[in-house]
C-alpha cells in the first residue's frame, strides 16, 4: 500500500522559514517524479514544485522561484520543501504527490499524480 505522510506544517510569521518533508512509502522511489502541491482557502489546487526521479531537474511557480526549494533523499524515502521568506499568500494546505516515470523531467500538472499525501497546515502570519 502506497503511503505519502506530510509533516513540518504549523504557524510561522512573514519572512520565516519552515521545511515540509514527505515520507514515502509502498513503492520504489526511484522510479517516481515528486511534487508539492497547495490549496488556499476558497482557491484552486496549484503546483508549487516538482522534481524528477534523480533530483537533477525541478520545477517552481514564479511565486516561490527563489524562496522554496525542493529536494530528495531516495535512501530515506523522503521529499523535502525548503520555504524561506514566506508571506501570507504562502497560507495553504501542503500536498506531495508521486508520478511513475520522470527522468529529467517532472509535471506540473495534478492529472499526472496518482499517489497523494493527506496535507499538512502552513499558515503564515504578518
Known amino acids: 500500500q502506497v503511503q505519502l505522510v506530510e509533516s513540518g506544517g504549523g504557524s510561522v510569521q512573514a519572512g520565516g522559514s519552515l521545511r515540509l518533508s514527505c515520507t514515502v512509502s509502498?513503492?520504489?522511489?526511484?522510479?517516481?517524479?515528486l511534487a508539492w502541491f497547495r490549496r488556499a482557502p476558497g482557491k484552486e489546487r496549484e503546483a508549487v514544485s516538482c522534481?524528477?526521479?534523480?533530483?537533477?531537474?525541478?520545477r517552481y511557480i514564479d511565486s516561490v522561484k527563489g524562496r522554496f526549494t525542493i529536494s530528495r533523499d531516495n535512501a530515506k524515502y523522503t521529499l523535502y520543501l525548503q520555504m524561506n521568506n514566506v508571506n501570507d499568500e504562502d497560507t495553504a494546505m501542503y500536498y506531495c504527490?508521486?508520478?511513475?516515470?520522470?527522468?529529467?523531467?517532472?509535471?506540473?500538472?495534478?492529472?499526472?499524480?496518482?499517489?497523494w499525501g493527506q496535507g499538512t497546515q502552513v499558515t503564515v502570519s504578518s
Open positions: 504527490a508521486a508520478s511513475y516515470g520522470g527522468s529529467q523531467w517532472c509535471a506540473m500538472l495534478p492529472g499526472n499524480y496518482n499517489d
Open positions: 522534481i524528477d526521479l534523480s533530483g537533477g531537474e525541478t
Open positions: 509502498g513503492l520504489n522511489l526511484d522510479d517516481y517524479a
